[in-house]
């Protein structure tokens, strides 16, 4: 029996919501910390924050800055770069899209990466 075709998708209906970097980076810095067998305390005081605080930021409820971010990455082993590059992984995986790749323009700018704009 073939299938039939839903109703096509209402052009007025909202765009599914994108996640929030603060929850990818969060998922990300938990997964690593587990992968690692590590205790949130042990992180925490490698970092030098606070076990709430990175409590929280794992869990996507604070908006933490690069120098938390970074000092939490770099007690899990990873540069802040290594933590976006995830982030970003997971990003493309929870909206199925692929990931767009570019080439350096041939202005041979010395500026190779991501760049985070508000």
């Given at each position: 029996?073939?299938?039939?075709?839903?109703?096509?998708?209402?052009?007025?209906?909202?765009?599914?919501?994108?996640?929030?970097?603060?929850?990818?980076?969060?998922?990300?810095?938990?997964?690593?910390?587990l992968a690692q067998e590590r205790?949130?305390?042990?992180?925490?005081?490698?970092?030098?924050?606070?076990?709430?605080?990175?409590?929280?930021?794992?869990?996507?409820?604070k908006e933490a800055s690069s120098?938390?971010?970074?000092?939490?990455?770099?007690?899990?082993?990873?540069?802040?770069?290594d933590l976006l590059t995830r982030?970003?992984?997971?990003?493309?995986?929870?909206?199925?899209?692929?990931?767009?790749?570019?080439?350096?323009?041939?202005?041979?700018?010395?500026?190779?990466?991501?760049?985070?704009?508000?």
């Amino acid at each position: 029996m073939p299938l039939r075709p839903g109703p096509p998708p209402d052009p007025a209906a909202p765009a599914p919501r994108e996640p929030l970097l603060r929850d990818l980076v969060g998922d990300v810095l938990r997964s690593e910390r587990l992968a690692q067998e590590r205790t949130l305390k042990d992180v925490a005081d490698a970092a030098r924050i606070s076990m709430p605080y990175l409590s929280e930021v794992e869990r996507g409820r604070k908006e933490a800055s690069s120098e938390v971010l970074a000092a939490a990455a770099r007690a899990l082993g990873l540069g802040l770069g290594d933590l976006l590059t995830r982030a970003h992984g997971e990003l493309v995986r929870a909206t199925g899209r692929r990931a767009v790749t570019t080439t350096r323009a041939a202005s041979g700018s010395a500026h190779d990466g991501l760049c985070l704009a508000a």
